[in-house]
């Protein structure tokens, strides 16, 4: 009973909860850990890293700051950054899972997962660097994409580290 109290106590300052001595028990036995790698080995706040045409950042972002999606958010301020400046959008229109749309200064721009084949190889190499990417369209047609990227903790590695060398093998589980 006394480790379990000092157990659940040190726990809890380190901010984890413990629902009770069996659930601890249980995970004594445990030998594999699925984790989402979002907010847990990244920081949860997707930044902008990759922008091509400073013109298709400006109509992307343009559209994005009408949403309220995180990868929009990194979108914005990542032209932000970059010193672009933005233009009002009009007929704004979110579609879950993939993307938006809206006009700016009368172009039609879709900002998205969908891209011709042709693009397809340009945003593997982005996605072997670990980035999302999104494809930005204007008038139809595909104009460029952006990479946004969440970065890793600086704890991760030695938190990844720590469990191998526990023995715990480690799954991520994504989305």
Do not use: N
Request: proline share 5%.
């Amino acid at each position: 009973p006394m480790s379990i109290m000092v157990a659940t106590g040190r726990a809890a300052t380190a901010g984890i909860l413990i629902r009770d001595a069996e659930a601890l028990e249980i995970l004594e036995k445990i030998d594999t850990l699925v984790i989402d790698k979002t907010g847990t080995l990244t920081e949860g706040k997707p930044k902008l890293v990759t922008a091509g045409e400073p013109e298709v950042l400006r109509l992307a972002a343009s559209v994005e700051r009408m949403s309220e999606h995180p990868l929009a958010a990194a979108i914005v301020a990542g032209a932000k950054e970059w010193g672009v400046t933005l233009s009002d959008a009009r007929d704004f229109r979110a579609s879950p899972g993939q993307g938006v749309t809206g006009t700016v200064e009368g172009k039609r721009i879709e900002v998205g997962k969908s891209a011709p084949a042709d693009w397809l190889d340009r945003a593997a190499v982005l996605q072997r660097d670990g980035q999302t990417v999104v494809f930005v369209s204007v008038d139809g047609q595909t104009a460029g994409l952006l990479g946004i990227a969440d970065p890793i903790k600086p704890s991760a590695r030695e938190a990844i580290e720590s469990l191998h060398r526990d023995g715990i093998r480690i799954v991520i589980w994504t989305v």
